[in-house]
Antibody
Framework: QLQLQESGPGLVKPSETLSLTCTVFGGSISSTSYYWGWIRQPPGKGLEWIGSIYYTGTTYYNPSLKSRVTISVDTSENHFSLKLSSVTAADTAVYYC??????????????WGQGTLVTVSS | QSVLTQPPSASGTPGQWVTISCSGSSSNIGSKNVNWYQQLPGTAPKLLIYSNNQRPSGVPDRFSGSKSGTSASLAISGLQSEDEADYYCAAWDDSLNGGVFGGGTKLTVL
């Protein structure tokens, strides 16, 4: 049973770069079956897809965040990472990683990590 | 403003049948499959329905999904108190070349 766990600083200063890692347990991140995704949820608000990556490094980003987002994969460490630059208070959110299942007519996220709250504040 | 539109709230009494709607466009729901997620208070979202009407293992058959044109619905029959949660619809959007979510519907069991 694949499980994912997010890790990283819970507090980031404005204008700096948010960095999170998602470690995969119970399976290989090099699986050809899955993509690996990041989703966030501001406090009291809805979900927003940030982007997804394949083990080969192929990435898809939310157009609204694309200029500030980098998602990378480290197959030797069995984890993938998120970097979000030039953060503001609007980037304060719970950040989730999840397995992104791709199919012919769409994709879905399952399972999800427990999430990690990142607060942007000086 | 979410790409997919859901009612902000819904409610029902135990045992009742409740539906939650999700409206989109031709670039998402109209041409792609719809998924539904359940988020219990203080927890991570959980996949409830994928590919319009498929239930993952372990999801009770009280939950069902359907799609018609550019709209989709989640139906819950035999409503139970533990169903009180936020529900989100989601789909791929060809115009954005990315995943999009609805704004979420808070379901209250009265």
């Amino acid at each position: 049973q694949l499980q994912l766990q997010e890790s990283g600083p819970g507090l980031v200063k404005p204008s700096e770069t948010l960095s999170l890692t998602c470690t995969v347990f119970g399976g290989s991140i090099s699986s050809t079956s899955y993509y690996w995704g990041w989703i966030r949820q501001p406090p009291g608000k809805g979900l927003e897809w940030i982007g997804s990556i394949y083990y080969t490094g192929t990435t898809y980003y939310n157009p609204s965040l694309k200029s500030r987002v980098t998602i990378s994969v480290d197959t030797s460490e069995n984890h993938f990472s998120l970097k979000l630059s030039s953060v503001t208070a609007a980037d304060t959110a719970v950040y989730y990683c999840a397995i992104d299942h791709r199919a012919t007519y769409g994709s879905w996220f399952d399972p999800w990590g427990q999430g990690t709250l990142v607060t942007v504040s000086s | 403003q979410s790409v997919l539109t859901q009612p902000p709230s819904a409610s029902g009494t135990p045992g009742q049948w409740v539906t939650i709607s999700c409206s989109g466009s031709s670039s998402n729901i109209g041409s792609k499959n719809v998924n539904w997620y359940q988020q219990l208070p203080g927890t991570a979202p959980k996949l409830l329905i994928y590919s319009n009407n498929q239930r993952p293992s372990g999801v009770p058959d009280r939950f069902s999904g359907s799609k018609s044109g550019t709209s989709a619905s989640l139906a819950i029959s035999g409503l139970q108190s533990e169903d009180e949660a936020d529900y989100y619809c989601a789909a791929w959007d060809d115009s954005l070349n990315g995943g999009v979510f609805g704004g979420g519907t808070k379901l209250t069991v009265l």
